[in-house]
């Protein structure tokens, strides 16, 4: 493609089908529809130009449509190169939102993909996992001046965020959408521990009850994944490298140890840490075999592949988002997903109920930096609590859940220090 193609996605006829599954996501997602119907009225990004990276799903889709009738000029790009939704890509060029976005598309592809969606000129960009801030830093520094902030979805482009703001090169403000409580509690706990199973089992159509599950990390989508996966009956594990956590882990009833003391036992390994060469070469050589690896993290920088590869002979692709790596000593070893993030590559990725609460803060945030434009200083911040609460309330009002309010005694209470026993 050319960056002068107003779209790339696989194939326009499945627009049809795409708009469908758009429908019944949105059925769940209550919240970001509210927010919706008063961008449609109030236009709050009237004028502005936005370019978003984001796993190009149906949840993102209504995303995309609420930011559009908000008065926006919206480009997408896919923030994964296996994680597009081809039919939802197609739906959305259909309605108007210039697309970039291919399940399966090379490195090349993919970056290519973050340049056209950079070159709407953006006011704001959303990003997931900061390769299109990244590439706006770097490469196409040129359009920085027109940006007035940005908001960033997940742990990993926080972390890179902080990294580029503490060197002092970040360029613009950043809200980490990710670090609210409406987000990461439920997103990356319910949504990764619900998908990343479904992912596995989608890929591989494991029975769950009695394996022996690894689980390398106890983040928020570590136990999330945790806690489901031992719902099913699987015998989980736990590893770590933060204190606290492996703590909470042993107290939440799981095994913890040393990644490699569970090497040779696990039946399925499964990291959400993170981070680089979580499992890697000393883990392969002791594992059994048949046994079974995924990443749902958000890089795949997770399970170290190369050092696999060299480590085996042959390699064949024995079901769709399996291969099968034959080692040289003749066991077996299954990667699901080329170790892209599982729950996105082999299934739908988090449900559109826990989408409602992570897209609402960014329709929210995304509104607030246009309303503090040149305000903010050049660094990542919190979602203001504001917001956060006004998602959680909306959220709780669309369950029909009603929850208490402090007595006038109760606050005076809660802000004193005169009463004791
Ligand atoms: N699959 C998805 O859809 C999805 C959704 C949300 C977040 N994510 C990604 O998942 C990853 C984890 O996110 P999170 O919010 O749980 O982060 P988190 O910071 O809450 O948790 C990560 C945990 O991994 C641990 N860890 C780091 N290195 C480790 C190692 N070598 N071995 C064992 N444990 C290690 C850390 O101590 C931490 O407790 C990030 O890359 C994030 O961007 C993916």
Known sequence: MTSTNSYDVKDPSLAEAGKQRIEWASREMPVVKTIRERFAIEKPLSGIRISGCLH??????????????GGAE????????????????AALV???????AIKGEDEVTYYQHITAALDN?????????????????????????????????TTTGVIRLRSLANEGKLKYPIVAVNDAQTKYLFDNRYGTGQSTLDGITRATNVLWAG?????????WCGRGFALRAKGMGAHVVVTEIEPVRALEAAMDGFQVMPLMDAASTGDIFVTLAGDKHVIDGDHFKVMKNGAILANSGHFNVEINIPVLESMSRNKREIRPFVDEYEMKDG???????????????????????????????QALCLEYMVKNKGKLTLNVHPVPVDIDKHVARLKLDSMGIKIDTLTPEQEKYLTSWQEGT
């Open 211 to 219: 394996k022996k599950v690894i689980v390398c990390g106890y983040g």
């Open 121 to 153: 000129k953006p006011n704001l960009t959303v990003d997931d996992g900061a390769d299109l801030v990244t590439t706006l830093h770097t490469r196409r520094s040129d359009l920085i001046e027109g940006v007035i902030g940005g908001t960033e979805e």
């Open 94 to 100: 259909d309605y108007g939102i210039p697309t970039y």
């Open 56 to 69: 190009i799903t149906t949840e993102t889709a209504n995303l995309g449509l609420t930011l559009r009738d």
């Open 74 to 89: 919206v480009a997408l790009c896919a923030s994964n190169p296996l994680s597009t939704q081809d039919d939802a890509a």
């Open 331 to 361: 066991r077996r070893l299954y990667l699901l997903g080329e170790g892209r993030l599982i729950n996105l590559a082999a299934a739908e990725g988090h449900p559109a109920s826990v989408m409602d609460m992570s897209f609402a803060n």
